[in-house]
């Protein structure tokens, strides 16, 4: 039987072997991974594109029990799309207030980075525009 071992799924996808074991018991991978004559997992292509999904999904912040669900859904096959859709239209906004709240952070950062710049002699000026709406923070 032909197909790629723990180990190789692991060192193609970055996941640690207790992790892809993990993923399995959680019920996250998209269909059951096959074994071998001894007993040993078995994966193919597929099983590593969809743990490619799962990866993007927890990097973005999706709980597991969302993932899961997302996976459920898969696996049961066509006619649930519109489920499919709501669990990713939910994390989309999740993710978009996530961004939203990082990039004002990143505005605060840039700004003192900029005032410390300046104060060493890295920089001519400091932008005049405040990062919050605050009209002075302390240095």
Known sequence: ???LSIGQVAERTGLSVHTLRFYEREGLLAQP???????HRIYD???VDWLGVCIRLRASGMPLTDIRR??????AGQGNEAERL??????????LAQRHELDECLKLITHKVDIYESRLGLRDHVPDCAPLSQESEPD
Do not use: K, P, Q, W
């Open 1 to 3: 039987m032909s197909g």
């Open 45 to 47: 292509e597929g099983d």
């Open 86 to 95: 709501e669990v990713l239209r939910e994390h989309r906004e999740r993710v």
């Open 33 to 39: 991974v096959r074994r071998g004559a001894a007993g």
């Open 70 to 75: 997302y996976t459920e859904l898969v696996r």
